[in-house]
């Protein structure tokens, strides 16, 4: 066998030099403080009996077998497409096998050449690589900037074909929000279209927990918004809610949806049920009330100790400790005491703004958020 190739033994040892090398674990912790399971879904045994008897009645087949386009355009997927577009208040849905395929898919195929994509600095990995696949212009704009994204329209607009601006609507590592309503107003005024991943905010916010452009009551204000199912939602995949052409288009030319086997029954049918009880869920009002005693914590702490706390108003807190080794440290104390919290390292965020990123669920314990506090206090 051949040597493995120098420049990546060479990419490897700087990482570990680093202290930013990745490594999977299979580590579970008796206190989850960093999944993305924001209400409990993905443990919810009642999704698990609903998931099964929706298989029994919409398929008779384990695999989806092929490709959309070829034979994996069963009956359970067409239904979910057109009731979640309902549910989120959108002419047309496709689903996707996962929000990265979807990023990619979106923003590889729709932005042409002479079109320009603005997008917040702090957008989503998979938003970059799909930027990096197509033939338009893409700049970032400082993160939930309005000045600054007002001034690239301004100074876009007049030369480009189509301009758009890219965002998230609760933001992956930060937690926090834009000001998506005066967003709008600034895309009207440009003529842009606004594409949102709402990733981490359905299943949280909003009265049935649809996410916040529909709170907001800004949906129909949206070209194109991504809800994914692998967060509050507890499943797996996402779906593209927009006009019926641009899904159309999408089946057309998003090269991530076309030429990959579709999702299997299975994970459709627990996407399914997870919708089935998310409007009902008290577990939402929980969520809150654990978010509201956290930011109080976290105040109190701040002031005390001059730590420097995100300011979040979602399930996603963070506490910035511009440090590899010293935030990997912090994270192994947690650890140590049962508390499941991980590290943020560059590149994943800016050096000097890692961090570690608290996660909050509606099944953790006030009990649970205060060992966490009395943990970092004493550290």
Request: hydrophobic share 40%; with cysteine; proline share 4%.
């Amino acid at each position: 066998m051949n040597p493995i190739p120098n420049p990546l033994l060479k990419a490897l040892e700087e990482r570990k030099a680093a202290h930013t090398l990745r490594q999977l674990s299979m580590e579970r912790y008796a206190i989850d403080f960093y999944s993305n399971d924001y209400i409990g879904l993905a443990k919810n045994t009642t999704v698990r009996t609903k998931a099964q008897a929706i298989l029994e009645q919409y398929s008779p087949q384990n695999g989806s077998t092929g490709s959309r386009l070829l034979s994996g355009n069963y009956p359970l997927i067409r239904e979910a497409e057109t009731y979640l577009a309902s549910f989120h208040a959108g002419e047309r849905g496709l689903i996707f096998n996962s929000g990265y395929d979807a990023n990619v898919g979106i923003f590889s195929a729709i932005p042409q050449r002479g079109d320009v994509v603005l997008y917040d600095q702090y957008i989503h990995a998979s938003i970059r690589d799909g930027l990096q696949l197509n033939r338009a212009q893409h700049f970032k704009f400082k993160h939930n900037s309005l000045e600054d994204l007002q001034a690239k329209l301004k100074r876009f607009s007049p030369s480009a074909t189509t301009l758009y601006i890219a965002t998230e609507a609760v933001f992956s590592m930060d937690g926090d929000t834009p000001d998506l309503p005066a967003m709008v107003a600034l895309a009207q005024q440009y003529g842009a279209y606004i594409i949102i991943d709402e990733a981490h905010s359905v299943g949280v916010f909003g009265e049935k927990g649809a996410g916040l452009c529909q709170a907001l009551g800004i949906a129909q204000d949206i070209f194109l918004r991504l809800i994914t199912f692998g967060k509050g939602i507890g499943a797996h995949g996402a779906i593209v809610l927009a006009q019926a052409e641009v899904i159309d288009y999408l089946v057309n030319f998003a090269r991530s949806f076309i030429y990959t086997t579709a999702a299997a029954p299975e994970s459709i049918a627990t996407l399914m049920a997870s919708y089935v009880l998310l409007p009902e869920l008290k577990e939402r009002g929980y969520l809150h009330e654990n978010i509201a005693f956290f930011r109080e914590k976290a105040k109190v702490l701040s002031q005390e100790k001059g730590l420097h706390f995100i300011d979040s108003t979602s399930a996603i807190q963070g506490l910035i400790i511009p440090d590899s080794q010293r935030v990997k440290e912090m994270a192994a104390r947690l650890q140590q005491r049962g508390m499941g919290v991980k590290p943020i390292l560059s590149p994943t965020v800016p050096k000097g703004e890692e961090r570690l990123r608290i996660c909050l669920h509606s099944y953790n314990t006030k009990e649970e958020i205060e060992l966490l506090f009395q943990v970092i206090s004493e550290a």
